[in-house]
C-alpha cells in the first residue's frame, strides 16, 4: 500500500470537478506530515508518475494537481477531462511506436562482438597485475 493511497481513495470519492486543499487537510487525509520538499520545490507537485510516487495517487483517481502556492500551502486538485476508452480491437498501442523502426541500418559485415579498442588488453591487465599481484 502507498503511503499516498489514501489520497487517491479520498480524491476519487470526491468526484468533483475540483478539490481545493490545504497541505495540512493533505496530511490529515495522508495521516502523516508531507516531505520537506513539497513545501519548498514546486517539481515535487508535477504531474508526473514517473519518478514522482506521490502523484500515482492522484493521477490514478483522475486528478492533476494545479495552483501550488507554496507561500500559502494550498493547492488545487482538478479532473481531467474523460478519455473515451479505446474501441474493442483497436490498436492501444501509442502512434509513435514504431514509428523509426527500420531507419537506423548496420553494415552486415560489422561484428559488433568484437572489442572496441584490443590494444588496450595489454595496459589493462598490466594496471591489474601492479594493483592486485601478478595473476597466478
Given amino acids: 500500500m502507498s503511503k499516498y493511497e489514501s489520497l487517491a481513495k479520498h480524491l476519487a470519492s470526491a468526484n468533483t470537478p475540483e478539490v481545493v486543499m490545504t497541505f495540512a ?55 481531467v477531462q474523460d478519455i473515451a476508452p479505446p474501441v474493442s480491437g483497436q490498436n492501444q498501442r501509442h502512434p509513435l511506436f514504431g514509428c523509426m523502426a527500420g531507419t537506423v541500418r548496420i553494415d552486415p559485415t560489422l561484428d559488433l562482438t568484437a572489442p572496441t579498442a584490443p590494444e588496450w588488453e595489454g595496459q589493462l591487465l598490466e594496471k591489474f597485475d601492479r594493483l592486485l599481484g601478478p595473476r597466478g
Fill in 25 to 79: 487537510q493533505l496530511e490529515k487525509i495522508l495521516g502523516a506530515p508531507l516531505p520537506a520538499s513539497a513545501r519548498t520545490h514546486r517539481p515535487w507537485w508535477a504531474n508526473s508518475a514517473h519518478g514522482h510516487v506521490q502523484s500515482k495517487g492522484w493521477l490514478a483517481a483522475g486528478y492533476h494537481s494545479e495552483q501550488v502556492d507554496l507561500e500559502s500551502e494550498k493547492l488545487t486538485f482538478k479532473k
